[in-house]
């Protein structure tokens, strides 16, 4: 069983910059491709992006291409999120999740969840 938490959340203005932590134990995390999604109110899990297991392949959602950068480091046990040039419509929960590949776009082919941070952008 592997567990999940993220961190650095927060409230920022448009244009700013976040940056998002997962960190991971309890199973072999290079073993995993890992994926951050996003949950705004009344709407559904979106992918954002995702990172190879060898974190030399990664994923993204054309709306954060070139905004958003993931990274991870296998010795560490952590996959973070550089969130640049933020807008409003970034706000939202954001989620990391684990998977068998970083093509993998959906929520259900991502099994295991952290409890999700918030990030809120004011205009």
């Known amino acids: 069983q592997v567990q999940l938490v993220e961190s650095g959340g927060g409230l920022v203005q448009a244009g700013g910059s976040l940056r998002l932590s997962c960190a991971a134990s309890?199973?072999?995390?290079?073993?995993?491709?890992m994926g951050w999604f996003r949950q705004a109110p009344g709407k559904e899990r979106e992918f954002v992006s995702a990172?190879?297991?060898?974190?030399?392949?990664?994923n993204y959602v054309d709306s954060v291409q070139g905004r958003f950068t993931i990274s991870r480091d296998n010795a560490k046990n952590t996959v973070d999120l550089q969130m640049n040039s933020l807008k409003p419509e970034d706000t939202a929960v954001y989620y990391c999740?684990?998977?068998?590949?970083?093509?993998?776009?959906?929520?259900?082919?991502?099994?295991?969840w952290g409890q999700g941070t918030q990030v809120t952008v004011s205009s």
């Open positions: 309890g199973g072999t995390f290079s073993r995993y491709a």
């Open positions: 999740a684990t998977s068998n590949s970083y093509y993998y776009r959906s929520p259900t082919d991502y099994y295991y």
């Open positions: 990172i190879s297991r060898s974190g030399t392949s990664t």
